[in-house]
């Protein structure tokens, strides 16, 4: 029998929260597709976002898809390592990689559990950017169009990533393509973007919702899966974070319209 499929959105660090939510799904009756951003935003030096990805990474029935955070932390990886291919790299501000990771609430506890972690390092550096499931449901981090540019295929779009996570500076590389927000909000582009992967819709994480399950727009068409799921992400004062269910929740069934191709 097919189980159903739990997506979990963006984590990002708040490991304990994580386990939680994963309670009631037993992963020998579900599949899991996590959707990325483990790392930052987590418990400052707990290393939440890497023990996040551990249980990713060995949970059975799972799937995971590479996040802009994610990305990010390879490349600090690789600055730690020694690598100079983004030492004058400067933001408009003049924010160094460094000095921006950490404003991003990034965290040391994090880079030294994966820079100690080979198996952990290896697995984030083979993690798609796209995941087709056998209902045409694409998921991905973003809620942006770019990965159409990297390849006419999910096959050919994960192939080029994984060819970049292999070399020096194609984290970065690969990060670029993972910042856009809002691609979908116009329903024609979201066409487009369906149609050039043959998908029958799209769920993804990346952009934040305030509602208590995850927001489905365009007819069931994407389906956002931000919650804002961790207790320690920056936000408004007094601003509670989401709700478990707004980020980690059952896959629904494609609508009726989309099925009959309305």
Same mark, same amino acid.
Request: net charge negative; proline share 4%.
């Given at each position: 029998?097919?189980?159903?499929?739990?997506?979990?959105?963006?984590?990002?660090?708040?490991?304990?929260?994580?386990?939680?939510?994963?309670?009631?799904?037993?992963?020998?009756?579900?599949?899991?597709?996590?959707?990325?951003?483990?790392?930052? &935003?987590?418990?400052?030096? !707990?290393?939440?976002? *890497?023990?996040?990805?551990? /249980? @990713?990474? +060995?949970?059975?029935?799972? =799937? #995971?898809?590479?996040?802009?955070?994610?990305?990010?932390?390879?490349?600090?990886?690789?600055?730690?390592?020694?690598?100079?291919?983004?030492?004058?790299?400067?933001?408009?501000?003049?924010?160094?990689?460094?000095?921006?990771?950490?404003?991003?609430?990034?965290?040391?506890?994090?880079?030294?559990?994966?820079?100690?972690?080979?198996?952990?390092?290896?697995?984030?550096?083979?993690?798609?950017?796209?995941?087709?499931?056998?209902?045409?449901?694409?998921?991905?981090?973003?809620?942006?169009?770019?990965?159409?540019?990297? &390849?006419?295929?999910?096959? !050919?779009?994960?192939? *080029?990533?994984?060819?970049? /996570? @292999?070399? +020096?500076?194609?984290?970065? =590389? #690969?990060?670029?393509?993972?910042?856009?927000?809002?691609?979908?909000?116009?329903?024609?582009?979201?066409?487009?973007?369906?149609?050039?992967?043959?998908?029958?819709?799209?769920?993804?994480?990346?952009?934040?919702?305030?509602?208590?399950?995850?927001?489905?727009?365009?007819?069931?068409?994407?389906?956002?899966?931000?919650?804002?799921?961790?207790?320690?992400?920056?936000?408004?004062?007094?601003?509670?974070?989401?709700?478990?269910?707004?980020?980690?929740?059952?896959?629904?069934?494609?609508?009726?319209?989309?099925?009959? &191709?309305?």
């Amino acid at each position: 029998m097919t189980r159903p499929t739990l997506i979990v959105g963006d984590v990002q660090g708040d490991v304990d929260r994580l386990r939680d939510a994963l309670t009631n799904f037993a992963e020998d009756e579900f599949d899991t597709v996590f959707l990325g951003d483990f790392f930052q &935003g987590g418990e400052p030096g !707990a290393g939440g976002g *890497a023990a996040a990805a551990q /249980l @990713a990474m +060995r949970r059975r029935n799972a =799937q #995971s898809v590479l996040g802009n955070h994610d990305l990010f932390l390879l490349v600090m990886l690789e600055r730690s390592r020694g690598g100079d291919q983004l030492g004058a790299w400067r933001t408009r501000d003049g924010l160094s990689i460094e000095d921006l990771w950490l404003s991003r609430r990034g965290d040391w506890a994090d880079l030294e559990a994966v820079a100690s972690d080979a198996a952990l390092e290896a697995w984030l550096r083979g993690l798609p950017f796209l995941v087709s499931l056998e209902d045409g449901t694409l998921a991905q981090h973003t809620d942006d169009d770019r990965y159409a540019e990297i &390849g006419d295929s999910v096959e !050919a779009v994960n192939a *080029a990533v994984h060819d970049w /996570l @292999a070399t +020096r500076g194609g984290a970065f =590389q #690969s990060l670029r393509y993972t910042i856009g927000r809002h691609g979908f909000d116009d329903p024609e582009r979201l066409q487009r973007y369906l149609m050039h992967f043959g998908a029958s819709r799209v769920v993804h994480g990346h952009t934040p919702h305030w509602d208590d399950v995850p927001i489905s727009f365009h007819g069931g068409r994407a389906v956002g899966y931000d919650g804002r799921f961790s207790r320690f992400w920056g936000r408004a004062e007094g601003e509670e974070p989401g709700p478990i269910g707004a980020t980690v929740a059952l896959l629904p069934p494609l609508p009726d319209a989309i099925r009959s &191709g309305g």
